[in-house]
Structure formats: C-alpha cells, structure tokens
C-alpha cells in the first residue's frame, strides 16, 4: 500500500472500530494492593520477631538486618507461586527516565532431575545483571561491566500481570562493582536520608524532644496524550521519536479552550477505568483524572506518597499507561512536546517533608507569621533555590522538556519560586524588621443562599511559576512529563539539606553568644529574604518584562538549553554540595553529566536522521507526485488552450526545493566531528535542531499545498481530532 492509503487505511479502522469490551470496574476494597507482598501480607505470614525487625527498617531507616532474608524471601516467593507467578525479577531505574529488570525463574532443577521452586535470602537481597549496556557515564568500562542490584525493603514488592504470565518484582538499587551508583534510585535515598537528618537536627534545635525521623514526600501529576495506534502506526516519527517531527497546524487547535476538564471521550473513560484498576491492585492511589489544556491530553494523579514509593510507582504508572493504552488500540504518548503549536505535557512534582510527630513541616497553619517551624523550613527552601537554582534547571534539562521550557505554555527555563501574596507578605516584613500580623483567608461569598460560603485560600494558584507554593507543599512545575521524579526529587531534598545544616550552624552560633532563640531565628531568615529574596517572583513567568528583569536585575540565569543547562553539573559548587551532603561523589556526579550529555545529543541526532529520511522517502516523494498530477494537468488544459495551475506548480516545486536544500544541509551537519561534550551539545542545539526546523517549515507548507488524497502522513486534525 502506498502511504496514502495506509493513512486512509487508517481512518478506516478506526471508524469501523468495535468499542473496546467494557467490564465495571471492580470494588476498591477488593483491588486495594492485591497484587502487592503489603506490610499486612507481611505480618500474617512472617514469624513476629522477623517482621518486627524488617518493619523497623521500612518504617525508621534502621539498617536492614540481612539475617532475616531467607526467611522473607520464602514468604514472598510463596505468595508470588500463589499469584501464579514462575519468574522474579530485580527491578532498577537506570541513569535513562525507563525502568529495566531482569527476569529470573524459580526454577531450581535437582540432582535426580526432579524441579522445585527456590528463592534464597542471597537472591532477594543481592542480584547481578549484566549491566554494561546501561548508561553508566564512564564510571564502568565493558571489561569491569559488574553491576550489582540491592533489595530496596522500603518500597514494597509487587507481582505484574501480562499477557506472557505473572512476575514477582522487586524493587532495588543499582550499584557498580566499585560501589557506585549506577541508577535514580541510590541517590534519592541517600538524599531522603540527608534532608531528614539535617530536618532533625534543626527540629531538636527549635526544642523538640521528641522527633520521628523525616521524610520526603511527593505526589507528582502526569500528563499525556493518546492517539489512535492506527495512526501512530503509519507516523515513523511517532514510533520511533514518540513525536511529530512534520506536521501543520490545524484550523482547529486549541484555541477554544474546550477541552480542559471538558468531558471525557467514552473511549478514553474506559481506559482511564482500566488504568486504575491496574494501579489500584499496584497500590498505587491514582487519585485525580481529567482532560488537559490540549485535544487529546489528559493527566491523572496519584494521591502522595513516600518519595521513594512515589518515585517507583510513577515508574510503573508510565509503564501501566503505556501498556494500557495498546490494549485499547491508543499509543499513550509521554514525550514532552508531541504536538508543535500545541500545549505539551508536564509532570508536577508536589514535594513537602514531614514527620510523625511534627506532622507536615511545609504546613504554615492559619498564622504563618507566628509559625517560626514552618518560616524556618520555608526560608530554607528559598534560599536553597536560589543558590541552586541552576542545578533545579539542570535536573529538568532534556532534549524534549527543551521545547516546553520557555516556551508561552510551560514555566520558564528561569528558576524562580511563587509564594503568594500571603506568605510575600510576611517574609517583607521579616526583611523589613517586625512581623505584627498577616493577611487573613477570609472568606468567599457566591452570593447565593444555597451555596456554601468556604474560606477562601489566602494566595491564588500561579501557573506560570516553575516553583510554586500550593497552600502546605511545593510544586515544581517544570518537570518533563516522560522524566523519572527521582532526579528533581534528589535535588530538592539536597538543597534542603544544605539550607537546613546551614540555618542550623547560624542558629547554634547564635544561642551560643546567648541571642533569644525567636529573635536568632527572625535574623537568620532576615538575612536570607536579603541575600536570596531575588528568587522570590509573583508575576507573570511567560512576560518578556519578567525574562528581562530576573537576568538583568535579579542575576537569575535562564539556561534555555539543555546544552546550557547542564554543564552546571560540573560546576564546583554543585560537586561540593553533592559531597557535603553525600548524595553524590564527583565520579557519580560527573558520570551523570556524562550520561544525561550523551542522552541529548543521541536523542537529537536520531530525529534529525529521522527528519532526513521522512523528508526523503516519505514527503519528497508526495510532492513529486502531485507536481506530475498537476503538470499533467496543465499539459492537458493547455491543449484545449487555457493557461492555467502553473503558479501551484512553481509554489510547490520550490518549497520542495527549499526542503530538500535544507535536509542535504542537515545531512552535512551529522557528520561533523567535535573535540568536547559541551561543543557537541551546542551544536546539536544551535545547528542541528534550526535545520530540523528549517526542513519542517518547508514540509509543513508544502502539506498545505499537495492534494489531500496524495498526503502520506496522517494530519493533526486526524491524529488530535478522532477518538
Ligand atoms: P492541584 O495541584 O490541581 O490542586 P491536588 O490538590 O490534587 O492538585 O494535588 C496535587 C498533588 O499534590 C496530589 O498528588 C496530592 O496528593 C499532592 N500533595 C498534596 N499534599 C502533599 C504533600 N504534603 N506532599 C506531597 N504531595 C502532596
Ligand atoms: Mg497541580
């Protein structure tokens, strides 16, 4: 068929589709966690003293006792075998955003031939995958390629169902033969273990006695968009790049802004209902689902969890949703910018710490002028976000959450945060001296008796922000929506740390010359709103005026790159503050310079490849086609002596010039050599990603050109327009 058809083709099936078979969804109760070995499974099978000690482990961040191992790992074998499971596997997240496992059978043959099923301690605790193909950013040549994975007690084993059986899965960690991290997982746990004992710490000096250990918690919302797999099918770009590299824009996008929380598509409901259903028996609390700003985007958002949990089930929540979507004819695209012209996708990362007996330390109750615990935490992350502004940049920075980031739509490259008129209000008057009160919530009359008065929160929502305060939270905005939360949550919880350990050195300092502990405190965060304030920002983020004034005024940097941005983990002061808080050593740190480096420019160059050869074989030929309709045409209106159609022809022929033009130049500018990473990087965002664009310009126009019935690739309108 040619591509033409295969479009057509397209449109067909999903015309004629049969709605997918639609069971109700089943009770809460009798999902909730089935397919997880939960704290209670745990408790019913294991002897007491075992589960005391692992409980101890999960619920305070006591070391593991290994001795307990094997008798964990019968229990859980046997309630896997119960889930029908033959297989496990050590599931790790890679220095790329996916998540990689390795599956063993239970299988142990015997000497008579006979086979049992076997899963020692030794094996749930310590596994070895070949780990050379993994990124590993130089700290592993292939011949010393060893790479260890670790049983992570703290976030729960669980049991996938596929098509192809059921797997016992456990979550690890990922570590090379040297000991080094290899994975997303190591350093967020050291960094939970960081921020909670310089949160302790800090507690203790503000006098409390009794402090449960600290922890991170994170509930991230997830955006995407579903198109019909038919026509992901016939879209390389789709396939391969999980984006649109040609495409015009249709008359109808999203300019109407009726899509946003506009009902959900029948067919989109039933998969949403089958997502959950999965996530739900994961024990995963997905919690919110609604349409996106754009057609075709829809997000949906678990309730918070632990930041390590969290982390992991946004791993397999990307997993489940992609899974789902095919079952449902749809490919679920995580890619941040699938669509030009339209709004991409994000991945709000909600943070906040908290404890057992403090509660949530990012809370500032109905007076926050008087909360001195919560203006010390706050205070803390203001001037962490600052100082480290570029490094938050840096953690975000890929080659797809590049074409969101300072764009009209997503938060701006510029890292700044959102406190709201509240909360402005009383850091002002910190800086200016005496804090005497602070704006009420009031309260919001509808004016109509029937409806409820409710108290009205005291700071509006600032969607423009890619650092928001949200009421008891933070909430970084400017994650991609294809990202492991892991990195983003590293950095913020490091960043605490480091302001905490700070505050409580300056804090010490002080009592000991004998300064009142209320007044200390009211110093510390005066000369942090002097030092630091200049991150504080309320506009609007997408103004020019704001882009002008925080490089200018405010000595912020706006690293619109990746190619910028990340050279930043090489900078002294981010090795030193990773090594302070012993969440990364310079070799860990430099081999995610290396990884994330290398990821950019590979990722680049396959789509321009990509872009070379779709312009080639794919829209080069369509327009050749039409210009002989059209020639023909001519030719034969000629004869009958009429003049006409020959301006078509010399406008679609030029635009074919143009593009085919700008697709050699391209293939020019692949095979260029480059002495550094940081020179290569530039390239690919200064010469290689114009060119792409270049051709896409031409290609774009000249879809506007060639007759519809010769077009080869499916159209925005169809891809965003038909369930
Ligand atoms: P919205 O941002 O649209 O108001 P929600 O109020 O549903 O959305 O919250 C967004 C996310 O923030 C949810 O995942 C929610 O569980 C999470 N969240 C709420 N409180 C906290 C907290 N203390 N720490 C981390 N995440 C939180
Ligand atoms: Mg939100």
């Known amino acids: 068929m040619s591509g033409n058809e295969l479009r057509a083709q397209a449109i067909a099936n999903i015309t004629n589709r049969q709605p997918a078979a639609h069971t109700p969804p089943g009770k809460l109760e009798d999902l909730w966690a089935k397919d997880v070995f939960t704290?209670?499974?745990?408790?019913?099978?294991?002897?007491?003293?075992?589960?005391?000690?692992?409980?101890?482990?999960?619920k305070t961040g006591a070391p593991l006792d290994v001795s307990v191992a094997d008798v964990v790992a019968v229990a859980m074998k046997d309630w896997a075998i119960s889930k029908g499971a033959l297989y496990y596997s050590h599931v790790f997240y890679p220095l790329t955003n996916a998540t990689a496992e390795?599956?063993?059978?239970?299988?142990?043959?015997?000497?008579?031939?006979?086979?049992?099923?076997?899963?020692?301690?030794?094996?749930?605790?310590?596994?070895?995958?070949?780990?050379?193909?993994?990124?590993?950013?130089?700290?592993?040549?292939?011949?010393?390629?060893?790479?260890?994975?670790?049983?992570?007690?703290?976030?729960?084993?669980?049991?996938?169902?596929?098509?192809?059986?059921?797997?016992?899965?456990?979550?690890?960690?990922?570590?090379?033969?040297?000991?080094?991290?290899?994975?997303?997982?190591?350093?967020?746990?050291?960094?939970?273990?960081?921020?909670?004992?310089?949160?302790?710490?800090?507690?203790?000096?503000?006098?409390?006695?009794?402090?449960?250990?600290?922890?991170?918690?994170?509930?991230?919302?997830?955006?995407?968009?579903?198109v019909d797999a038919n026509f992901a099918s016939v879209r390389p770009d789709l396939l391969l790049a999980g984006r649109t590299l040609f495409g015009k824009s249709p008359a109808k996008g999203q300019q109407f802004d009726d899509h946003y929380f506009g009902a959900i598509p029948e067919r989109v409901q039933i998969f949403m209902q089958d997502v959950e259903e999965k996530l739900y028996r994961l024990g995963i609390p997905a919690k919110t689902r609604h349409n996106e700003v754009a057609p075709g985007q829809f997000e949906i958002a678990p309730f918070f969890e632990s930041a390590n949990v969290a982390s992991d089930h946004q791993q397999l929540m990307m997993t489940v949703l992609r899974n789902t979507a095919k079952k449902h004819g749809f490919v679920c695209l995580l890619h941040e910018k699938p669509f030009a012209g339209i709004n991409g996708s994000g991945k709000h990362v909600n943070w906040s710490v908290s404890n057992a007996t403090q509660g949530n330390l990012l809370d500032p109750g109905d007076t926050p002028h008087a909360n001195a615990q919560f203006l010390v935490f706050c205070g803390a992350v203001i001037r962490g976000v600052h100082k480290y502004g570029p490094l938050l940049r840096a953690v975000i920075a890929t080659a797809s959450n590049d074409h969101r980031l300072g764009a009209n739509e997503a938060p701006p490259a510029i890292i700044s945060i959102y406190l709201g008129s509240q909360l402005q209000d009383v850091f002002d008057q910190i800086a200016q001296g005496e804090v005497t009160g602070c704006q009420a919530k009031g309260e919001m009359n509808l004016g109509v008796d029937t409806l409820p008065v409710f108290p009205k929160d005291a700071g509006d929502r600032n969607r423009t922000s890619p650092f928001a305060f949200t009421g008891n939270r933070f909430e970084f905005r400017a994650v991609g929506s294809g990202q492991s939360v892991a990195g983003p949550l590293v950095a913020m919880n490091t960043i605490l740390a480091d302001s905490l350990d700070w505050m409580a050195d300056q804090l010490e300092a002080k009592l000991r010359d004998g300064v009142e502990l209320n007044v200390a405190i009211h110093d510390i965060l005066r000369d942090i709103i002097c030092d630091h304030g200049a991150v504080v920002f309320n506009g609007n983020g997408y103004s020019s005026e704001w882009h002008e004034m925080a490089v200018n005024q405010r000595g912020l940097l706006n690293l619109r790159t990746t190619a910028d941005a990340l050279p930043v983990l090489r900078e002294q002061y981010i090795e030193d503050l990773f090594t302070k808080e012993k969440v990364l050593t310079p070799v860990e740190l430099g081999s995610r310079f290396e990884a994330y480096s290398e990821q950019y420019i590979q990722s680049i160059e396959v789509e321009a490849k990509l872009v070379v050869s779709m312009a080639k074989t794919i829209i080069y030929p369509a327009a050749m086609r039409y210009m002989a309709e059209l020639a023909n045409a001519i030719d034969d209106l000629g004869d009958i002596g009429i003049e006409f159609g020959k301006d078509s022809v010399v406008t679609v022929a030029e635009l074919t010039k143009a593009m085919m033009a700008s697709v050699s130049n391209l293939e020019d500018m692949l095979t260029k050599h480059f002495m550094s990473i940081e020179e290569h990087m530039q390239f690919c965002a200064k010469t290689i990603r114009p060119l792409m664009d270049e051709v896409r310009d031409s290609a774009d126009a000249l879809e506007g050109e060639v007759a519809d019935d010769l077009w080869p690739l499916p159209t925005y309108q169809e891809m965003l327009f038909i369930k």
């Open 39 to 58: 704290l209670g499974k745990m408790q019913e099978c294991l002897p007491k003293s075992v589960f005391k000690s692992l409980h101890k482990t999960i």
């Open 102 to 226: 390795k599956h063993d059978g239970f299988i142990s043959v015997q000497s008579d031939g006979s086979v049992i099923s076997e899963f020692s301690g030794k094996v749930l605790v310590q596994g070895e995958p070949d780990g050379s193909s993994f990124p590993n950013g130089g700290i592993r040549s292939t011949f010393e390629a060893r790479g260890y994975t670790a049983w992570d007690v703290t976030s729960p084993a669980f049991v996938m169902e596929t098509d192809n059986g059921v797997t016992l899965c456990i979550p690890t960690v990922f570590v090379s033969w040297t000991g080094e991290a290899l994975d997303k997982k190591t350093p967020l746990l050291r960094s939970n273990a960081a921020m909670g004992k310089a949160a302790s710490r800090m507690l203790k000096l503000l006098g409390h006695d009794d402090v449960a250990p600290v922890n991170s918690s994170c509930g991230a919302e997830q955006e995407y968009f579903l």
